[in-house]
């Protein structure tokens, strides 16, 4: 399968400061890629879908001035956290797909944590 | 909106014997797709296996088999000859067809059931 490359894999950051993960799809063009968010033992979240681009369409209760989704090329994006609190700490994956009807590879995730 | 319920929270299953699944989902819409995938320790995620609505015959993919049930809208995971390095969280997914402006990226994820394997 194609790969997706997401850094950094863990991150500690401070309270107030904002952290910038990335994903990139090694050796395909990302027409879309997706930011998922997974709370310890539980399921992931899809937070939103960004398309090269254009901006990105946030879930119903993610807040689009927190988490800042960037895709500006079909190989690269990137999703900033705001002003970080503890509360945000979590496992935030990544997923990347190429050309309609093929399925989405993900990323390695980020594990975020908010001192 | 759609739904994607796993009842099993933990399962547990012998080396080399076969173990189920359960997935149920809800949906109103016609054109969707339904994932397996599988996240071991590592939490790469991990596509198992992937079945398309209209497709009435059910996917497989080598000790990998599932039991679509489209009236009753459950999508079971069969594994047979169960081996040490199937022991992981399985998560059921759902995602929404083209028709409806949906991919097989933005998907709707269950709570995940954890399987055990026994040597």
């Known amino acids: 399968g194609a790969v997706v490359s997401q850094h950094p894999s863990r991150v500690i950051c401070k309270s107030g400061t904002s952290v910038k993960i990335e994903c990139r799809s090694l050796?395909?063009?990302?027409?879309?890629m997706f930011w998922y968010r997974q709370f310890p033992k539980q399921s992931l979240m899809l937070m939103a879908t960004?398309?090269?681009?254009?901006?990105?369409?946030?879930e119903q209760g993610v807040e689009k001035d927190k988490f800042l989704i960037n895709h500006a090329s079909l190989t690269l994006s990137t999703l900033t956290v705001t002003s970080a609190h503890p509360e945000d700490s979590s496992f935030y994956i990544c997923s990347a797909r190429g050309v309609v009807n093929t399925e989405a590879f993900f990323g390695q995730g980020t594990r975020l944590t908010v001192v | 909106a759609q739904t994607v319920t796993q009842s099993q929270p933990e399962m547990s299953v012998q080396e080399a014997e076969t173990v189920t699944l359960s997935c149920t989902y809800d949906?109103?819409?016609?054109?969707?797709?339904l994932f397996w995938y599988k996240q071991p320790p590592s939490r790469q995620m991990i596509l198992v296996i992937r079945q398309e609505a209209y497709k009435q015959q059910n996917a497989t993919e080598n000790r990998f088999s599932v039991n679509f049930q489209k009236a009753a809208k459950s999508f079971s995971l069969k594994i047979s000859d169960s081996q040490l390095g199937d022991a992981a969280m399985y998560f059921c997914?759902?995602?929404?067809?083209?028709?409806?402006?949906?991919?097989?990226?933005?998907?709707?994820f269950g709570k995940g059931t954890k399987l055990s394997v026994k040597p």
């Open positions: 960004s398309n090269e681009g254009s901006k990105a369409t946030y």
């Open positions: 949906t109103s819409e016609s054109d969707y797709y």
């Open positions: 050796d395909f063009q990302a027409t879309t």
């Open positions: 997914a759902y995602s929404r067809g083209e028709h409806y402006g949906g991919s097989q990226g933005n998907l709707i």
